[in-house]
């Protein structure tokens, strides 16, 4: 597992709806601040490449890694309504982060298709936060 991961799910609106530190490492307060900061700063980038790659038709766009601040990367999943994974880690592996999306996306479309959940407003479910977490042990 990459010792430092934060991962956010971004609604259409830009509006966070999911965070989650899932690394190993001490959770400190200040990083979580700098984390949160390097993750929004690589929602630009990621609407800029959103619309400039060629993979219109695809149901999700996995951009990798779209911004890089000190050792930590910024990888992204879109899908196809527009909603951006962003994971701030510090790791390489590309399959691996793949995976990880892939399932997660599984997952928030349980979570979207529940007729008692409002498209946009935060995920709050624990079962949804344990199963995000055990994937993150699992692929990161």
């Known amino acids: 597992m990459a010792s430092t991961a934060c991962f956010v799910i971004v609604s259409k609106n830009g509006i966070p709806i999911y965070e989650a530190e899932v690394g190993s490492a001490l959770k400190k307060e200040d990083l979580a601040h700098q984390h949160q900061f390097i993750l929004h700063a690589a929602l630009d980038v990621v609407q800029d490449l959103t619309w400039t790659t060629n993979a219109i038709f695809c149901i999700f766009r996995f951009?990798?890694?779209?911004?890089?601040?000190?050792?930590?990367?910024?990888?992204?999943?879109?899908?196809?309504?527009?909603?951006?994974?962003?994971?701030?880690?510090?790791?390489?592996?590309?399959?691996?982060?793949?995976?990880?999306?892939?399932?997660?996306?599984?997952?928030?479309?349980?979570?979207?298709?529940?007729?008692?959940?409002?498209?946009?407003?935060?995920?709050?479910?624990?079962?949804f936060d344990t199963k995000v977490r055990t994937l993150a042990r699992k692929y990161l």
């Open 63 to 127: 951009l990798r890694s779209v911004d890089r601040f000190s050792d930590f990367v910024v990888s992204v999943y879109v899908t196809a309504g527009h909603t951006r994974f962003l994971l701030l880690h510090d790791s390489r592996s590309n399959d691996g982060i793949k995976s990880f999306f892939q399932e997660v996306h599984e997952l928030y479309m349980k979570i979207f298709l529940n007729p008692l959940y409002l498209p946009g407003s935060r995920i709050a479910s624990s079962h």
